[in-house]
């Protein structure tokens, strides 16, 4: 079934604090795939450049150059969370049905999305060890 995108608005309404408004589980997944990306994507950009001489564009052209940038500095488990992360983020955002077999369960998308995220703020963690 195609997912009802007026569902990430009822969230937002929710998450802006109106209580009374109804939203599915799948929007929540969703925008927990969502949130888990940009925290590991702003995360690893931010590590880079304060700490590794990457120049942020601050435009699209980061969530690629990113990833390129861990591969450079052979950080490789770092660019693998990063291209599972906006693989999952770009179904979730942008499909009307998540065709992917892997993906298709929603609530354990989400779980896979945060620790993956976990994962990455990890590794960045070890490199200011």
């Not at 997912?3 to 969230?11: A, Q, R, V, Y």
């Not at 009374?20 to 940009?38: D, N, P, Q």
């Not at 354990?108 to 490199?127: F, G, M, P, Y």
Request: aromatic content about 12%; hydrophobic content about 35%.
């Amino acid at each position: 079934m195609s997912f009802d995108w007026k569902e990430f608005l009822n969230l937002a309404l929710f998450l802006k604090g109106d209580s009374k408004i109804k939203y599915s589980s799948e929007a929540a997944c969703r925008t927990v795939v969502g949130r888990a990306y940009f925290t590991a994507f702003c995360s690893s950009r931010n590590f880079a450049r304060d700490n590794q001489g990457y120049k942020p564009s601050y435009d699209d052209e980061d969530h690629k150059n990113i990833r390129k940038h861990y591969r450079m500095v052979r950080m490789y488990k770092i660019a693998k969370f990063l291209d599972h992360l906006r693989i999952w983020r770009n179904m979730c955002d942008y499909d009307d049905v998540i065709t992917d077999a892997e993906a298709r369960n929603t609530n354990i998308l989400a779980n896979t999305a945060i620790e993956r995220a976990q994962k990455v703020l990890a590794e960045l963690s070890k490199s200011t060890d």
